[in-house]
T-cell receptor, first 114, second 110 residues
Framework: DGGITQSPKYLFRKEGQNVTLSCEQN?????MYWYRQDPGQGLRLIYY???????QKGDIAEGYSVSREKKESFPLTVTSAQKNPTAFYLC?????????????FGAGTRLSVL | KNEVEQSPQNLTAQEGEFITINCSYS?????LHWLQQHPGGGIVSLFM???GKKKHGRLIATINIQEKHSSLHITASHPRDSAVYIC????????????FGTGTRLTIIP
């Protein structure tokens, strides 16, 4: 079945460590997104990519990095510069070109700091 | 003030009750989405609206563009409807970015 796969489901980070969250989609979507969700707050956009080999910062990009080397993959690295990484991270994708094209979401990765 | 406000934040109701969740926004939009987030965290899209009303099963979504307001209604609510319902707007600036409300946590008691 087509969809978005995020892994791992749970991730623990030690102080000073970089960790990478995986996001893979087989929907042939051009655009991919990373969001962060904190309790009591709406989803906030970290990075997005409209096309392979191109990506833009979202509203809270500091302390994060991404790559888009393949259409189906958009990994997110949480660097040691991100001082408050504990959150729920959601990846999404959509077909570009029409406002009717909805975003499809993965099941999320919950990141905690040890 | 957030660009997208939802009310109520939490809602508990008895099975069978008619449910209304509201969303107000302050920016120009090209579309509004209603999303459902289950306890495990996964999110599914329920509706995308740019005008009028849409119905899918027991769910009805309406939007009033002039008043910058949308409602999500659930008829004959059931415990399996318990979830967080999120409103998100797509701005009309052409950047295809969504702005999300903080969500309404709905609990339906059997």
């Amino acid at each position: 079945d087509g969809g978005i796969t995020q892994s791992p489901k749970y991730l623990f980070r030690k102080e000073g460590q970089n960790v990478t969250l995986s996001c893979e989609q087989n929907l042939n979507h051009d655009a991919m997104y990373w969001y962060r969700q904190d309790p009591g707050q709406g989803l906030r956009l970290i990075y997005y990519s409209q096309i392979v080999n191109d990506f833009q910062k979202g509203d809270i990009a500091e302390g994060y990095s991404v790559s888009r080397e393949k259409k189906e993959s958009f990994p997110l690295t949480v660097t040691s510069a991100q001082k408050n990484p504990t959150a729920f991270y959601l990846c999404a994708s959509r077909r570009r070109g029409a406002i009717q094209n909805i975003q499809y979401f993965g099941a999320g990765t919950r990141l905690s700091v040890l | 003030k957030n660009e997208v406000e939802q009310s109520p934040q939490n809602l508990t109701a008895q099975e069978g009750e008619f449910i209304t969740i509201n969303c107000s926004y302050s920016v120009g939009i090209s579309a509004l989405h209603w999303l459902q987030q289950h306890p495990g965290g996964g999110i599914v899209s329920l509706f995308m609206l740019s005008s009028g009303k849409k119905k899918h099963g027991r769910l009805i979504a309406t939007i009033n563009i002039q008043e910058k307001h949308s409602s999500l209604h659930i008829t004959a609510s059931h415990p399996r409807d318990s979830a967080v319902y999120i409103c998100a707007v797509l701005s009309n600036f052409g950047n295809e970015k969504l702005t999300f409300g903080t969500g309404t946590r709905l609990t339906i008691i059997p």
